[in-house]
């Protein structure tokens, strides 16, 4: 039977079968790749750049994640939610893709320097010390899911962004006559009389029966329940925490001192004023008018005049300056100076430098102590989430808390509280980390599903492992024992509801016709002339009229009534005067407008050019793989 095999083996038959073989488990192991070949597996395409779907699918899972972070742990995302989370994710990335084709066709970029002056100034990622903290960073990037190249390549897009849209945004004017109208509308004032019924004055109201209180207690248990408590064990794992255990070599600290030197040492900067207009001729003009004393005022004009513009820029250090051209030019001359004109893809500037701040140095065993102090904390961050693993482990292995803190050195603490973090006594109680990290701690408590078992979640900075056992729900307290306090809110609803008939009764009267000041004596209020007031609700003085009674005020007619609860009550007003503004007589009113409706000018212009951009990038969306990047 064998030496037949071996024959058959031998023959071209089974060669041919052998060969067949192999191919089916070949095309069977690539299957995808087979049965996807000629198609496009990008989600979209913008001027011809593919974006693949596991980028998508990134940024749509960032982007989740932070609407869930706002949202809060009670919301459960639907298949409606994640397809429009999808789409609004694609959409950011197609927009970023059109900006750089854009970028790249006028030849716009953001230097090194640039990008690292961005990124340390971004207050969110100072310390307590004003500090750039580059554990802050870190922790920024893993809740988002970012490596540091992505991180870069986000600030390079927004940079580029910002020079782009700055460019479009400069273009913005408004119009004098709309800025005058604009004007006359917010500032008008109005003038009323107002009668008002405040609680405190109320009539007294006989004591309730025990039916009313049973009533008024079931239905308003929000107002006498007691709220959910979660029994919780806890242990706070921080770069602090492990700080302790850390060591930073000297040589280290000779190699980290240039970073640290950047971060902590004050560069020169500069007062700037530039102008920009799209030809060399205007350019020189300008420059020369500047070099001869001319005002900023008196630039900006001549600008506008050429179809550019002129503006403060402020202080500037050179890395701040995108256009390395610019910034060498502004950083040439002296205090005072007026550069030479500076071609740039948005036309030609002309910059004066108005003062200038001399660089500091930073004494150099200060700056030792920062870098060692700084390259102790980076190396804890990254211990830290080490040790979170570690630490997640041994509670998958079936550790409680208290023995994987016991293990990890750290302090465990077991707690009862309310989402305000109140105990069962109501007394505020102490949670690892102290207040820095309450809210994260509290965050995590109540996200925690009931019974899940021990788990590791992102707090403060660290992570927090804990274990949620039991929880005891929200009930309503007995009536007998929140008596009282039911007592005291039906009496308070009670002379509620007898001001709130009075001031019905009184608008109804000087609806009626009936003369106000009386209908407001024979509802027991005095009608109280007060004004003028403006629209602004939230501008409104103590003693004019009360803010909840403008929206009415300015949508009636002289002579009409308007009604509304107020914050001590109700009240009720009858317009009588109309007090217009003089905008001609309000310089500050009227630029502070004009700024308002230029910085509405520039969103929409914003919104154009990105559009423009998307248009002429010629998008095309794979319907079939956004599904996949929704999830479905």
Do not use: C
Request: proline share 6%; glycine share 8%.
């Amino acid at each position: 039977m064998i030496t037949a095999f071996r024959r058959l083996a031998g023959t071209w038959f089974a060669k041919g079968l052998f060969i067949l073989l192999v191919l089916s488990f070949g095309i069977w192991g690539i299957e995808d790749v087979v049965r996807n070949f000629g198609r496009d597996s990008a989600v979209a395409r913008v001027g011809g750049l593919p974006i693949e779907l596991t980028e998508a699918q990134n940024a749509a899972r960032r982007e989740g994640q932070r609407l869930q972070r706002e949202l809060g742990p009670r919301f459960e995302p639907n298949d409606a939610f994640r397809s429009a989370v999808a789409r609004q994710a694609l959409e950011n990335l197609i927009a970023g893709r059109a900006q750089t084709i854009e970028a790249r066709r006028m030849g716009v970029g953001a230097s090194v320097d640039a990008v690292r002056a961005y990124t340390f100034g971004i207050p969110s990622f100072q310390g307590a010390d004003g500090r750039f903290n580059p554990l802050i960073l870190n922790q920024f990037l893993r809740q988002n899911d970012l490596t540091e190249a992505d991180f870069t390549r986000l600030v390079v897009s927004d940079l580029e962004r910002q020079q782009l849209v700055g460019a479009v945004r400069a273009g913005a004017r408004s119009p004098e006559a709309l800025t005058r109208l604009l004007l006359a509308f917010a500032e008008e004032r109005r003038v009323a009389e107002v009668a008002e019924f405040p609680l405190l004055s109320a009539p007294e109201v006989p004591e309730p029966t025990e039916a009313q209180l049973a009533r008024f207690h079931e239905n308003n248990p929000a107002q006498f329940s007691s709220p959910e408590y979660r029994e919780a064990s806890l242990a706070l794992l921080t770069p602090e925490s492990i700080l302790p255990r850390v060591t930073v070599t000297d040589a280290e600290v000779e190699a980290g001192l240039d970073a640290q030197r950047e971060r902590n040492g004050s560069p020169e900067r500069r007062t700037v004023e530039q102008a920009l207009v799209s030809t060399k001729e205007a350019a020189d003009a300008i420059r020369a008018s500047w070099a001869g004393g001319a005002t900023l005022a008196a630039i900006t004009a001549q600008a506008e005049a050429a179809g550019g513009s002129a503006l403060e820029m402020g202080e500037v250090t050179r890395a701040e300056m995108p256009v390395e051209s610019i910034a060498a030019a502004v950083f040439a001359v002296p205090q005072g100076g007026v550069t030479e004109p500076v071609q740039s893809p948005f036309g030609w500037h002309v910059m004066k430098v108005t003062a200038v701040q001399a660089a500091a140095e930073v004494p150099l065993e200060q700056l030792r102590a920062q870098t060692r102090e700084a390259l102790a904390l980076e190396k804890a961050a990254d211990l830290t989430f080490e040790e979170a693993n570690k630490l997640e482990d041994a509670l998958s292995g079936g550790a409680t808390v208290e023995e994987a803190a016991q293990r990890f050195g750290l302090a465990p603490a077991r707690v009862a509280v309310d989402r305000q973090g109140n105990g069962r006594d109501g007394r505020r109680m102490e949670l690892p980390g102290g207040p820095a990290a309450r809210a994260a701690v509290l965050e995590a408590i109540f996200a925690s599903p009931v019974g899940s078992g021990p788990r590791v979640a992102d707090a403060a900075g660290g992570f927090v492992a804990l274990d949620v056992p039991s929880s005891t729900p929200a009930a309503l307290k007995p009536l007998a024992e929140v008596e009282g306090e039911v007592r005291r809110a039906w009496t308070l609803d009670a002379r509620r509801r007898a001001q709130e008939e009075r001031a019905a009764a009184l608008l109804a009267a000087a609806q009626g016709g009936k003369d106000f000041a009386e209908a407001a004596r024979e509802a027991g209020a005095e009608a109280v002339r007060m004004g003028p007031s403006g629209r602004d609700p939230r501008a409104a003085t103590p003693g004019g009229i009360p803010p909840e009674l403008l929206p009415g005020l300015f949508a009636a007619k002289p002579g009409e009534v308007t009604m509304a609860a107020t914050a001590a009550g109700f009240a009720v007003a009858r317009l009588t005067e109309v007090v217009p503004a003089d905008a001609a007589a309000d310089a500050a009113g009227l630029a502070r407008v004009k700024a308002e409706v230029e910085g509405s000018m520039q969103d929409d212009l914003e919104a154009q050019f990105a559009a423009a951009l998307r248009a002429r990038a010629g998008v095309t969306i794979n319907p079939a793989m956004l599904e996949q990047v929704a999830g479905r």
